[in-house]
């Protein structure tokens, strides 16, 4: 295990060095997409430079090692959620991909007219639309799990939704708009005692706090490679064996094939029966040196400074009168994110004027709409902290609120 040493870390990541309109970047828009170390982008270039080759489908030397390397990743991944094996690693292009093969392969096969599935009002439109689409063909229903006033599940208002008419459970493990945590294995737990299958968005749970599957018990987990430390275009999906053996393939096309006929196909076994084509040999290679970053780092150490940080940033920005600050109070409640509006200002104009300060957040919508009406906003101005990020930079961000807020005159109302 290392020793977690902020400033040796941020020496790991090139880009944490650049400045941006003259000033140091801060760069809090973690929840969208993190930063990269050395180990990965050189892990990369050497893939490129010394191995690349198509995987599965040559004799010579370099397929077979880039085939072992990606197979050697999705061996790693295993381990790193706890799965009992890699044929349970489907690779897709992230997580909204992972959730789309599920709601075709899964939902095309098995649901029927009458049928609900339940997500919850703090979905990603991930963890929506997918649904939505496949409902409307199905003819089956949405149900959406209420969202109380700090931000958190209704869990007495989600247990009366689970009814013997659901057949899917699908849920944010931390939610990516406000921070908030759920109960993971509790809410797993209730959708179990209905004999109800469960999704499980862990997009912004897996670049933080430690996953297993195992566990959790959990049917499905998807998750994307580019939030922790790994490159765009690389999701998982976590399936329990016998259920992605029951599916049917997403994508047709090379690898998932066993035979091709004029007439029909027989398919490849699990996992390959849903990796249609060339997949991200390079970004899985690369991403099997961002799993091995984030252990030796190690959970815990991750966490603690997260936690630490998103501790003092609260208790700062609390002190602002006119910041209003969304989601959980308790900070146990909630990972590295911080949702704040200014009062009287469009969350654009704060996050523009950040900007000009080298503070990168996001704002708006955060993909999660819903949630956004719910606390009857448009959208939010999005803080989101990995364990790179230092309480030095939640001073140069505070600085910069105070900057808007002289810019408009905000007084509190
Ligand atoms: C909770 C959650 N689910 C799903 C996604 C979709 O991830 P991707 O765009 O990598 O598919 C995100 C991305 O922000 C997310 O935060």
Redesign the pocket.
Known sequence: MLKFDVSKIREDFPILGRKIRGKNLVYFDN??TSQKPKAVLEALQRYYAETNANVHRGIHALSQQATDQCEAVRAQTARFLHASGPEQIVFTR????AINLVAYAWGRKFLKAGDEILLTGME?H??IVPWQILAQEKGSQLKFAPILEDGCLDLEGLKTLLTPRTKLFAF?A???AFGTINPVAELLGLAREQGVLTLV?A??WTPHLRTDVAAWDCDFLVF?A??MLGPTGL?VLYGKKKLLESMDPFLGGGDMIREVHLSHSTYNEIPYKFEAGTPHIGGIVAFGAALEYLSRLGWEAIDRHERGLTRYAMDALSQEKELRIYGPSQPERRGGILSFNLEGVHAHDVGTILDTEGVAVRAGHH?CQPLMRRFKTSGTVRASFYFYNTVDEVDVMLRAIRKVKEFFKVKVP
Request: aromatic fraction near 0%; hydrophobic fraction near 20%; charged fraction near 15%.
């Open positions: 929840a969208s992230n997580a909204t991909e990603h991930s963890n944010t931390m939610n990516n968005d997009a912004q994307s580019h939030k999701g993909c």
